[in-house]
């Protein structure tokens, strides 16, 4: 391992090919997900995507709400066994109320399409459900709070893998310490949920480098889905 790689929370790398996930459920609601959450800040009596997506929608609990047009809380199957994790709601996305439909949503979709997934069958959302203005990087306090929900959502959906699309999910779910370059490609394991983290499809439209490590990483997800 990197002397780079962090030191992370309780997840261990799966150097060859992960364990085998357990049958769910997954994991005791006693224990968070995510590294720093609490567990009863996340919503623990809330057991349907809708009831949380309602509470997310009156949710004022940081700045964020007061800048964007609607909470983007996500979409796709709610038993979907895999799910795409991105930073925050862009312009187009805190327009249309739905998660990666800009052009990094577009790039996104192709890359779904050309990896044999259909985006139906998949879940997406973002780390913050509001979206910051300009779209700068939601500052931690802002991750911190709306972290609870993305643990919901985890908890609720219970997939087999989770993709973290670009730094701040890596962070936001892999470890604040985190670094994309290093960790990406790799899988980790954490209460039965293999995570992989990926670059986010607005920096393969900024970085064009960034596209063939992506697919390579897109291929392994693929094949993991694929042999759940
Ligand atoms: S970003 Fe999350 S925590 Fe902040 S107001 Fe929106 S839904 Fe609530």
């Known amino acids: 391992m990197s002397v780079e790689q962090p030191d992370l929370f309780g997840i261990e790398p799966a150097m060859d090919k992960p364990a085998e996930p357990e049958k769910k459920p997954l994991r005791q609601e006693t224990e968070p997900f995510l590294p720093g959450v609490r567990v009863e800040a996340a919503f623990p009596h809330v057991y349907k995507l809708e009831e949380l997506a309602a509470l997310a929608v009156n949710c004022q609990a940081c700045r964020l709400r007061s800048t964007c047009q609607q909470v983007v809380f996500g979409e796709g199957d709610p038993d979907s066994k895999i799910m795409f994790i991105g930073e925050g709601p862009g312009q187009d996305e805190d327009i249309q109320g739905r998660p990666f439909v800009g052009r990094a949503g577009q790039l996104l979709n192709k890359i779904l399409e050309a990896a044999e997934f259909s985006r139906p069958d998949v879940y997406i959302g973002n780390v913050v459900k509001c979206r910051p203005p300009g779209n700068r990087i939601p500052n931690p306090d802002e991750v911190q709070i709306c972290r609870n929900y993305l643990e919901a959502q985890i908890r609720i959906i219970k ?70």
């Not at 962070?171 to 992989?196: C, E, L, N, T, Y």
């Not at 607005?202 to 042999?227: S, V």
């Open 159 to 228: 997939p087999s893998i989770i993709v973290c699309l670009g730094a701040a999910a890596c962070k936001a779910v892999i470890d604040p310490k985190a670094k994309i370059s290093v960790i990406r490609g790799k899988w980790f394991m954490r209460q039965g949920i293999k995570i992989m983290a990926t670059y986010h499809p607005a920096a393969l439209l900024r970085t064009e480098a960034y596209k063939r490590p992506t697919w390579e990483d897109f291929k392994l997800i693929r094949d993991e889905y694929k042999g759940l």
